[in-house]
């Protein structure tokens, strides 16, 4: 085959694999902003629907509109009827998630009326109108967003303050045993957090830490410290200790030296570590399941969102909801994560 | 018929990213080739471009009167040494030098007799079992010969083999490479940015600079004979002498006038200055060891400072404002002392446009 | 000298160790004593002798076997695939095409999804008039599985059961977890000096040869770090089994933990119950880990200086 054969062939077959992840994640998207009659079409559609297209048509003889929708082969399919604008008004917000006012509703419609021609309008759906939905169908959902944010952010704490103090030892310090240490963290992660939060969840009673944030960012932080100290060794590692050194020479304290040297050349790595510990206790689920009662987390309550296929819609959008910050830190890591490793 | 010939050769990264611009060389069976240049010459793309590991833009390779450009490079026939040696990790030095043989499908016996006989040609014999990352960085070296020179090469090329050794360890590799050139005779091209491994190591020496070639010639012609300003500059440690100088004549004499010193041209440059550049300034190069000092001079001036480098002394010497260089072996001279400094026959013009020689 | 009794005493808190004693404190109370805990419930009945009666219970759960195999598959055959597309796809990348870093950002993605996001865009997909079936039947492949005589109608994935269902999950967790195993072969690449390959290929080797011989023995360390990871949360998976088929349809060692701690409400016997498995799980994830250690270790060439 000649090269520019094999680039084609070696460009589709890149192409293909980049569909694969991409394609789940638009039908997710597009289920996300989906309205309550779109979620049983078939076949979905890949790319985000953003409108709808209706047709009005005025019976005469009983008096009311007919509203119907263009299907995925093109043609009208009759949706509802009725002759007061207010129950139009209510039945496109929660059918099709298009938010018109009574008013703009009849200045449309009237034409079809005033004409008896069938009319054609193009509506635009509110896209957010899901992600407002979901925190009212699903109860708490608001409060489960503070507790995961809440867990996160003690996971930060107490993964940055006792990861990063063994890592500054190892670093900086001539401690014996950095071996047993690196050996006892693979050891820790080897214990499944699920097992480890069932006897967890007795001793947690005992403590009053029950169905507590700080109850999960305690497991959350078990196997994020061995990650952190790895993490803030090879970073203190990096500082060449002359930096330090020619500061104090200068005539810097040692708390100046900290403040002004060290500090500013750890931070984007430490913002790294934290950044792991927010997803450790974002993404879970199963540790939340076992430890909580009435304060779920924001991911226990998607994966109990897992009812009847009708709110699936709003599921995913909640979803959605989930994977941004996921998603922004991830990518915030990728240099981190090459880094880790290297 | 040249062994090998690289006709017409360019490479273009990107769009516009002319790192070889049309380079041609012909190499003769047995020829110690080196390429020298600045980093970012173009030098070491040439060479991976007739290892086959850099696709060629434009141009041909013959080796042997043969196309090789769209071969791939293990069936090039052609071995080559690597800056860090890409002595493999995980094997042993023995099973290092065996994995081209092996790949060859080569008699069990046949490879253990070679690598043998090329363990010792490069030393090597004691660590045949050892692991390289339990060698020292010359060792390694030695490795990566002896793994090169077992396939028994048409071509052996060699990216900076010598860069990532100590002084003394590279001055000695040096001598090493050439006994074992001597002793095979396989045709080599090797890669340097360091004049000196050049000079030693060369029958030829390619000079380059930012993808074109400089000069070719051996070490002696490249060395008092530079073709241009580049050249000058970048060949001899110090380098030659550039004083800016304009030439005049009187009563059918030549002279080259500096604000310190005139100086009359008698060699056969006369003729050359004569023909196109009277009244017009030159660049008059000369090579530190090209002055006299204290016989009949045609300037006076104050020893600037002094380096002793034992054998000799390097001497700082301002002239009208330009700083120069003079070796001399007189050890004795002292800061500030005032000597009579001359020129030898051997100094050479520069055009001050073109940079190059004036002939 | 004013190093007197009050200098020592200074010296013990001035100790480099005494940067370790949060660390040890935290694991002492929040790991060594659940993991002591649980392992004194698993052995001990409820009266609080020893006993093995909680491993007999186990052993009986009539969901166990089926459990534990499918844990072990999945484990398996996961990290194969994940093994080999990931090695794959780190090479590509690694190549630096033209438009290498978009391919390397979208691949990404998975990796950034909450589990229970994956749970919930699988099941958008899985369902009857889902996504999956939605695509099948735009591209047309419906028609073909219909002609060929796989399915008549539209597949309802939902209903597989045993191993096709395991099969199912090992896919949707190939595609969530890949990026990870990627981007560690991928960091292992790019700090593989690139002249070890070209001098394989120079002395002879192919491009599969120069892999095969050179580059995968090099980054091996790097590989099995990566696997390991893999496996042990390969043993741990539940979750997508749960969101997707529910409790009980397709179990797994962790399913069952999860299913007698939150579902069942049998008070100290499905406590115990769950206490034992947690214990079993945990020896099968480090056999299971020392086992890979002991296979995939060579012979040691990094050596010793430098």
């Known amino acids: 085959m000649n090269s520019a054969g094999k680039k084609t062939l070696f460009y589709l077959a890149i192409t293909f694999i980049a569909f694969a992840v991409i394609i789940p994640m638009m039908y997710l998207i597009n289920i996300s902003i989906s309205s309550a009659i779109e979620v049983n079409d078939f076949p979905k559609r890949v790319l985000p629907v953003l409108s709808h297209d209706l047709s009005i048509e005025w019976d005469d003889e009983s008096s009311y509109y007919i509203i119907s929708r263009k299907s995925f082969s093109g043609e009208y399919e009759e949706l509802t009827y009725s002759s007061k604008f207010d129950k139009i008004e209510t039945y496109l917000i929660t059918y099709l998630n298009i938010s018109k006012t009574e008013e703009e509703i009849e200045e449309d419609f009237i034409v079809a009326r005033n004409t008896g021609d069938i009319i054609y309008l193009n509506y635009n759906k509110d896209i957010f109108n899901n992600f407002g939905k979901f925190f009212k169908v699903f109860d708490g959902a608001s409060a489960a967003l503070v507790n995961s944010i809440q867990a996160a952010a003690i996971t930060i704490l107490l993964s940055m303050s006792i990861g990063g103090s063994i890592g500054?030892?190892?670093?900086?310090?001539?401690?014996k045993g950095k071996d047993a240490i690196s050996l006892g963290s693979l050891v820790v992660r080897m214990f499944p957090a699920v097992s480890i939060s069932v006897p967890m969840a007795v001793l947690l009673v005992k403590f009053g830490m029950y169905d507590t944030m700080l109850g999960l960012a305690i497991i959350y932080s078990i196997p994020n410290i061995g990650l952190t100290a790895w993490i803030t060794r090879s970073i203190f590692m990096s500082v060449n200790p002359e930096f330090e050194e020619a500061s104090l020479v200068f005539g810097a304290s040692k708390i100046q030296t900290f403040k002004k040297i060290t500090f500013p050349l750890v931070l984007p790595a430490f913002a790294a570590s934290s950044m792991y510990a927010f997803i450790t206790a974002w993404n879970d689920t199963a540790v939340s399941l076992l430890l909580t009662n009435n304060n779920e987390t924001l991911a226990l309550l998607i994966y109990k969102s897992m009812g009847g296929s009708a709110s699936i819609h709003y599921a995913a959008s909640g979803a959605i909801l989930l994977i941004l910050p996921a998603l922004a830190f991830t990518f915030l890591l990728k240099n981190y994560i090459n880094k880790m490793w290297g | 018929m040249a062994y090998l010939e690289l006709a017409a050769l360019k490479k273009v990264y990107g769009k516009d990213i002319e790192a070889v611009k049309s380079f041609n060389l012909k190499v003769d069976k047995e020829e110690f080739i080196v390429f020298l240049g600045p980093s970012g010459c173009g030098k070491s793309t040439i060479m991976r471009m007739i290892a086959g590991l850099e696709s060629v833009t434009e141009g041909n390779i013959l080796l042997e009167g043969e196309s090789i450009i769209d071969?791939?490079?293990?069936?090039?026939?052609?071995?080559?040494?690597?800056?860090?040696?890409?002595?493999?990790p995980h094997m042993t030095v023995y099973?290092?030098?065996?994995?081209?043989?092996?790949?060859?499908?080569?008699?069990?016996?046949?490879i253990d007799k070679t690598v043998k006989e090329v363990a010792k040609i490069s030393d090597i014999y004691q660590y045949l079992n050892r692991y390289p990352n339990n060698l020292s960085g010359g060792q390694r070296q030695r490795v990566a010969v002896a793994r090169a020179i077992a396939i028994k090469p048409k071509l052996f090329l060699m990216d900076?083999?010598?860069?990532?050794?100590?002084?003394?360890?590279?001055?000695?590799?040096?001598?090493?490479?050439?006994?074992?050139?001597q002793e095979l005779k396989t045709t080599s091209i090797f890669v340097t940015h360091d004049q000196s491994e050049a000079l030693s190591l060369a029958d030829r020496i390619v000079v380059m600079n930012h993808g074109y070639i400089e000069q070719i010639g051996t070490p002696n012609e490249i060395y008092h004979d530079s073709e241009s300003m580049f050249v000058a500059k970048f060949i001899g440690s110090p380098p030659s002498n550039f004083l800016t100088v304009k030439v005049k004549e009187r009563e059918d004499k030549i002279f080259v006038i500096h604000s310190d010193f005139e100086l009359e041209v008698k060699n056969k440059y006369k003729k050359a200055l004569k023909n196109k550049y009277i009244n017009k300034e030159i660049i008059l190069a000369v090579r530190p060891e090209n002055f006299t000092i204290?016989?009949?001079?045609?300037?006076?001036?104050?020893?600037?400072?002094?380096?002793?480098?034992?054998?000799?002394?390097?001497?700082?010497?301002f002239v009208g404002g330009e700083e120069i260089k003079v070796v001399s072996n007189i050890l004795t001279l002292k800061t500030n002392e005032e000597i009579d400094l001359g020129f030898s026959e051997k100094i050479a013009f520069f055009d001050i446009e073109t940079e190059k020689r004036i002939r | 000298m004013e190093k007197n009794k009050k200098g020592t005493v200074k010296s013990v808190f001035k100790s480099p160790y005494m940067f370790l004693v949060p660390a040890l404190l935290f694991y002492t109370f929040f790991w060594l004593l659940p993991v002591s805990l649980s392992l004194i419930e698993s052995f001990t009945s409820i009266d609080g002798g020893f006993s093995l009666e909680n491993f007999k219970m186990?052993?009986?759960?009539?969901?166990?076997?089926?459990?534990?195999?499918?844990?072990?598959?999945?484990?398996?055959?996961?990290?194969f695939l994940q093994f080999i597309f990931a090695l794959m796809f780190a090479l590509l990348i690694n190549r630096n095409f033209?438009?290498?870093?978009?391919?390397?950002?979208?691949?990404?993605?998975?990796?950034?999804?909450?589990?229970?996001?994956?749970?919930?865009?699988w099941n958008t997909g899985l369902v009857e008039s889902g996504w999956i079936n939605s695509l099948l039947s735009v591209t047309g492949l419906q028609n073909l599985i219909e002609l060929l005589g796989i399915a008549e109608g539209p597949i309802i994935w939902k209903e597989a059961s045993g191993l096709q269902a395991v099969f199912m999950i090992i896919l949707i967790d190939t595609w969530t977890v890949l990026p990870s195993v990627m981007i560690i072969l991928?960091?292992?690449?790019?700090n593989f000096n690139e002249e070890y390959s070209e001098a394989a290929r120079i002395f002879g080797a192919n491009r599969f040869q120069a892999l095969k011989d050179i580059v995968i023995p090099i980054i091996k360390p790097t590989i099995i770090t990566a696997l390991l990871l893999r496996i042990i949360s390969g043993l741990q998976v539940w979750l997508i089994s749960v969101m997707i088929f529910g409790f009980n349809n397709v179990p797994f060692l962790l399913e069952r933990i999860v299913f007698y701690t939150d579902q069942v409400r049998l008070g100290v016997y499905s406590y115990k119950l769950s206490v034992t498995y947690s214990v079993f799980v945990v020896a099968v994830v480090s056999i299971t880990a020392y086992i890979f250690i002991k296979l995939t270790k060579g012979k040691d060439w990094s050596g010793t200086s430098e």
Request: aromatic letters at 10%; charged letters at 20%; hydrophobic letters at 45%.
């Open chain 3, 58 to 79: 186990m052993f009986d759960d009539p969901l166990f076997g089926e459990a534990f195999r499918n844990t072990l598959i999945f484990a398996v055959i996961s990290l």
């Open chain 2, 294 to 317: 204290n016989k009949k001079g045609i300037l006076k001036v104050k020893c600037n400072i002094i380096e002793p480098q034992g054998s000799h002394v390097v001497i700082n010497i």
């Open chain 2, 160 to 181: 900076e083999p010598l860069s990532n050794l100590d002084a003394k360890l590279r001055v000695s590799m040096r001598t090493d490479l050439k006994r074992i050139h």
């Open chain 2, 71 to 88: 071969y791939q490079p293990k069936d090039r026939g052609i071995s080559m040494i690597f800056q860090s040696y890409a002595v493999w």
């Open chain 3, 98 to 121: 033209k438009g290498s870093k978009w391919f390397l950002f979208i691949m990404l993605i998975p990796m950034a999804i909450p589990p229970s996001a994956v749970g919930i865009l």
């Open chain 2, 95 to 110: 099973d290092n030098v065996a994995y081209a043989l092996k790949l060859r499908k080569i008699s069990k016996e046949q």
């Open chain 1, 168 to 175: 500054y030892a190892l670093a900086r310090t001539k401690i």
């Open chain 3, 186 to 190: 991928l960091a292992g690449l790019q």
